[in-house]
């Protein structure tokens, strides 16, 4: 405990006792005059106790913030206990701290402490168990892996920024290799069984009613950031800041690229995209605009078997879910309806659920935009591979800053076409 907060501590408990003991003066057969004095006296004595309460949580608050910092910087002295800040136990927050004297030594390791040179070195799979499929090794200080901090902020922002890469919108399948998986498929919706030929009539086995499989395959293509430069001021400036800032950063630009991939990817080379593997659902009558008619139509044209999954849902974008809570019922009442927040009830499209994509076309991008999609999106599978990766290195381009950039593997495919269709514009 800092010397200083500790004789605040004492100086209150002085006050305490005291305050206890004249409070106890006052007896029942103490005159009134003097009961009120003896209260003043308390209520000043607990008042000061109260100050110096006060000053002492706030030199706690002022040396945990100077823990906090010291922890990244290897140039820091060494505490009260003996130990330098920021070395503990082997764990992440160890990994921190040797990332952190990685950065603030200009990428030259020779200055690091030789036990935070041998974590980094390391990498995560030592020090947390998580995977590292990769290190970059451009230069002669090598690059490391950043805190797993930058690396949850980064996965969690691909999330917010990208619904086709939640795993609460489509069907999620983590492998730590990129092979090939191959998914079967199967459609029976539209066989039944057969009818009964009557009593001690065998029964028909003609292959007629035999399923037919198919099967879809899932790659795993990569995809990056691109180095986003830092400066060796803010670097040594704003190191722990940073790795929010860098996370929802990487993970923006990360998952507007997943998620325009698993949307509208083409499928060569590349991911089958939601839109690009849809079936057709509905043609709208006009070029650039929807009726809710028309929306009511393309829930129906995905048979009612796929309607009731866990992930049922409609996918437009923002300015199509705008310009369709303008719509109109005769009366002149709106047909969109929010839900109601203080009964906990979510807004729904429809009476369904529903994600703003915006990678997707808007009412005004053209004839034949595939404009809305409905239908069970648990039947569209995105492959991960591992963790997404990321990268800090310093090099003669980025020195004496440096530069992080992520990284993922990742495919997709909708396993059934039949689950999830579109709603498109008239094509003249």
């Given at each position: 405990?800092?010397?200083?907060?500790?004789e605040?501590?004492?100086?209150?408990?002085?006050?305490?006792?005291n305050?206890r003991?004249?409070?106890?003066?006052?007896?029942?057969?103490?005159?009134?005059?003097?009961?009120?004095?003896?209260?003043?006296?308390?209520d000043a004595m607990?008042?000061d106790?109260?100050k110096l309460?006060q000053?002492?949580?706030?030199?706690?608050?002022?040396?945990?913030?100077?823990r906090?910092?010291?922890a990244?910087?290897h140039r820091?002295?060494l505490?009260n206990?003996g130990?330098?800040?920021?070395?503990?136990?082997?764990?992440?927050?160890?990994?921190?701290?040797a990332?952190?004297?990685?950065l603030?030594?200009?990428?030259n390791?020779?200055?690091?402490?030789?036990?935070?040179?041998?974590i980094l070195?390391?990498?995560f799979s030592?020090?947390?168990g998580?995977?590292?499929r990769?290190q970059?090794?451009?230069n002669t200080?090598?690059?490391y892996?950043?805190?797993?901090?930058?690396?949850?902020?980064l996965?969690k922002s691909m999330?917010?920024w990208g619904?086709m890469y939640?795993?609460?919108?489509a069907t999620e399948?983590?492998?730590?290799?990129?092979y090939e998986?191959?998914?079967?498929?199967v459609?029976?919706?539209?066989?039944?069984?057969?009818a009964?030929g009557?009593?001690?009539?065998?029964?028909t086995?003609?292959?007629?009613?035999?399923v037919?499989?198919?099967?879809?395959?899932?790659n795993?293509?990569?995809f990056?950031?691109?180095?986003?430069r830092v400066?060796?001021e803010?670097?040594d400036?704003?190191?722990?800041?940073?790795e929010t800032?860098?996370?929802?950063l990487?993970?923006?630009?990360?998952?507007?690229l997943?998620?325009?991939q698993?949307?509208?990817g083409?499928?060569?080379?590349?991911?089958n995209?939601?839109?690009?593997?849809?079936?057709?659902?509905k043609?709208?009558?006009?070029t650039s605009?929807i009726?809710?008619?028309?929306?009511i139509d393309?829930?129906?044209?995905?048979?009612?078997a796929y309607?009731?999954?866990?992930?049922?849902r409609?996918?437009?974008?923002d300015?199509t879910?705008?310009?369709?809570?303008k719509l109109?019922?005769?009366?002149?009442?709106?047909?969109w309806?929010?839900g109601?927040?203080q009964?906990g009830?979510?807004a729904?499209?429809n009476?369904?659920?529903?994600?703003?994509?915006?990678?997707?076309a808007?009412?005004?991008?053209?004839?034949?935009?595939?404009?809305?999609?409905?239908?069970d999106?648990?039947?569209?599978?995105?492959?991960?591979?591992?963790?997404v990766?990321?990268g800090a290195?310093?090099?003669?381009?980025?020195w004496?800053?440096?530069?992080?950039?992520?990284y993922?593997r990742?495919?997709?495919?909708?396993?059934?076409t039949?689950a999830?269709?579109?709603?498109a514009l008239?094509?003249?």
């Open positions: 405990m800092d010397p200083q907060v500790k605040l501590r004492e100086q209150q408990a002085r006050i305490l006792t305050a003991a004249k409070f106890d003066e006052i007896k029942d057969d103490t005159p009134e005059d003097r009961a009120s004095e003896i209260e003043r006296e308390f607990m008042a106790h109260d309460g000053r002492a949580e706030r030199l706690e608050r002022m040396d945990t913030a100077k906090a910092l010291d990244g910087d820091r002295p505490g206990d130990e330098r800040r920021g070395a503990g136990a082997e764990g992440d927050l160890t990994y921190r701290s990332f952190h004297q990685y603030q030594a200009e990428g390791v020779a200055l690091m402490d030789a036990d935070a040179r041998e070195r390391a990498g030592k020090v947390d998580a995977e590292k990769a970059t090794t451009s200080a090598g690059g892996t950043v805190p797993v901090e930058l690396q949850n902020i996965i999330a917010m619904p939640d795993e609460n919108v399948i983590v492998t730590t290799g990129g998986i191959d998914i079967p498929t459609n029976d919706t539209a066989v039944t069984a057969g009964s009557g009593e001690g009539v065998t029964l086995d003609d292959g007629g009613k035999d037919t499989f198919s099967q879809k395959v899932l795993a293509y990569a990056d950031t691109e180095w986003v400066s060796k803010l670097a400036d704003s190191i722990f800041a940073m800032l860098l996370g929802e990487l993970g923006e630009r990360l998952g507007r997943a998620n325009t698993l949307t509208t083409s499928g060569s080379s590349a991911p995209g939601i839109v690009t593997a849809s079936a057709q659902g043609v709208a009558a006009s605009a009726t809710w008619d028309e929306v393309l829930e129906h044209s995905v048979d009612p309607r009731a999954g866990p992930k049922v409609y996918m437009f974008h300015t879910l705008q310009a369709l809570r109109k019922d005769g009366d002149g009442n709106y047909l309806q929010m109601d927040v009964r009830i979510p729904t499209f009476g369904r659920a529903y994600s703003i994509n915006q990678a997707m808007e009412l005004d991008s053209g004839v034949s935009s595939k404009v809305m999609l409905f239908g999106f648990g039947k569209y599978y995105v492959r991960k591979v591992g963790s990766l990321i290195i310093q090099d003669k381009d980025f004496p800053g440096f530069g992080v950039a992520g993922a990742f495919d997709g495919e909708l396993g059934d039949a999830v269709k579109h709603l008239a094509a003249s």
